[in-house]
């Protein structure tokens, strides 16, 4: 069974600063990653996701990600976190052998400080 | 572009009572999944169609029916709400492409008192 696991529940930054959300992952095969995000009341919006190649990979908004096979891990960065980047974040692995249904971490919320 | 349509987007249910809750998606879309968000938790998969007439159970199913008589059209019954069914409600859609990202509806607050 694949897993998603999101270390912190709460990442605080202040404005300007670097950011970096924590994902690792735990799947048989070649892991479909993927970062979504969730502002209050609204829908997940997709960011970005790591599919295969280069293990730095660029999604919207600036944010990007950095696929590590060693260490399992997807996380989540932006080099100027902005206020508007305030949200919750969920990592998240697809299924193969024809199901679907992501398997999501349980989220992070990212505060960044005026 | 609508994307993916959820309605209602607010519900209050009496213990007991049944309800649908709809969702359409207009691109075409041959996989689609709904999926419940409880405090701490994340999105938990609740059942999933791979196509018109196929679904399948996910991760919590009990006391939930779905079924897929259209590529369009998602819909997610309860069938006797319980207040453990409390929960945000959301329904997506992708391509069948594992390598896809899905579309995801607004949501559907449900509250069972």
């Known amino acids: 069974a694949q897993s998603v696991a999101q270390p912190e529940d709460q990442v605080n930054v202040a404005e300007g600063n670097p950011l970096t959300v924590k994902c690792t992952y735990s799947?048989?095969?070649?892991?479909?990653l993927f970062w979504y995000v969730q502002y209050p009341n609204r829908g997940l919006q997709f960011l970005l996701k790591y599919i295969t190649g280069d293990n730095l990979v660029k999604g919207s908004y600036g944010f990007e990600a950095e696929f590590n096979k060693s260490q399992t891990s997807f996380h989540l960065k932006k080099p100027s976190a902005l206020v508007s980047d305030s949200a919750l974040y969920f990592c998240?692995?697809?299924?193969?052998?024809?199901?679907?249904?992501?398997?999501f971490g349980k989220g992070t919320h990212l505060i960044i400080q005026p | 572009n609508a994307g993916v349509t959820q309605t209602p987007k607010f519900q209050v249910l009496k213990t007991g009572q049944s309800m649908t809750l709809q969702c359409a998606q207009d691109m075409n879309h041959e996989y689609m999944s709904w999926y419940r968000q409880d405090p701490g938790m994340g999105l938990r998969l609740i059942h999933y169609?791979?196509?018109?007439?196929?679904?399948d159970q996910g991760e919590v199913p009990n006391g939930y029916n779905v079924s897929r008589s259209t590529t369009e059209d998602f819909p997610l019954r309860l069938l006797s709400a319980a207040p453990s069914q409390t929960s945000v409600y959301f329904c997506?859609?992708?391509?069948?492409?594992?390598?896809?990202?899905?579309?995801f509806g607004q949501g559907t607050r449900l509250t069972v008192v």
């Open positions: 799947v048989s095969g070649n892991p479909y």
């Open positions: 998240a692995v697809s299924p193969g052998g024809g199901a679907d249904g992501l398997t």
């Open positions: 997506a859609s992708r391509l069948r492409e594992r390598n896809t990202e899905a579309f």
């Open positions: 169609s791979v196509g018109a007439g196929i679904t």
